[in-house]
């Protein structure tokens, strides 16, 4: 009887102990494991993390499954001369192809268009996908033609171009700095991180050695 209880507590204590000590020693957590085999030999054995097995990450697990979606953004985007899969990043980010997405601002459907705006592109209903991607697509083509800039093209599409043309560039404003990065970091797959207005040296009007007034964004002197 006595023995059972030794062996129970054994069972319930070596583990913590041993993974104690692994963790001491290496630094990395590892299950501990006990095992009594048929002989009767009790075994402990570890199973580091890098052996466990690794949930599969992909990009579903942040953005909707857009395929069903793809057919569509693919005629639009053909027939305004713009790559597909700049559309489809545009809608991940915007809406993540949920086709009722509303944001605080009133922007609706898939491509997040205004109220306004989908007035101006003769969109009725701004939650039925094909008008929204014919009107969205519509949108970004006459930006890209205004600006002749993709960074800048994004920037209107989120800001709208009057922030654009007032401030000659991306607008100083975190959300379309960042708006405009994750939008191309999707397009491009890799890391964008576009200038920053905030960040750039200020303009600023000094006079040079001949007396002469100049505008310039670093000191002469």
């Not at 601002?105 to 003769?122: F, N, S, W, Y």
Request: glycine share 6%.
């Amino acid at each position: 009887m006595e023995s059972a209880v030794v062996l129970k507590i054994f069972h319930t204590l070596l583990p913590s102990l041993i993974a104690g000590a692994l963790l001491a020693t290496t630094g990395v957590q590892a299950e501990v494991r006990v095992e009594t085999r048929p002989d009767g030999k009790v075994v402990v054995y570890n199973v580091g993390t890098s052996q466990r097995p690794q949930a599969k990450r992909s990009r579903s697990t942040t953005f909707r499954d857009g395929s069903r979606f793809a057919p569509l953004v693919r005629r639009h985007s053909v027939r305004y001369g713009l790559d597909p899969a700049l559309v489809d990043a545009v809608i991940r980010v915007e809406s993540s192809y949920d086709p009722r997405a509303r944001s605080h601002k009133g922007a609706m459907g898939l491509m997040q268009l205004m109220p306004a705006t989908a007035r101006e592109l003769a969109v009725e209903n701004a939650y039925d996908p094909e008008q929204n991607v014919r009107g969205g697509v519509t949108y970004l083509r006459r930006m890209l033609d205004h600006f002749g800039s993709l960074d800048l093209a994004l920037a209107a599409y989120n800001a709208g171009p009057t922030a654009v043309t007032r401030h000659s560039g991306i607008p100083p404003y975190a959300e379309t700095e960042r708006y405009v990065e994750k939008v191309l970091s999707l397009y491009r797959g890799r890391p964008v991180k576009v200038a920053r207005l905030s960040s750039a040296p200020k303009p600023r009007l000094e006079r040079d050695s001949a007396n002469r007034v100049v505008l310039t964004n670093k000191p002469l002197r």
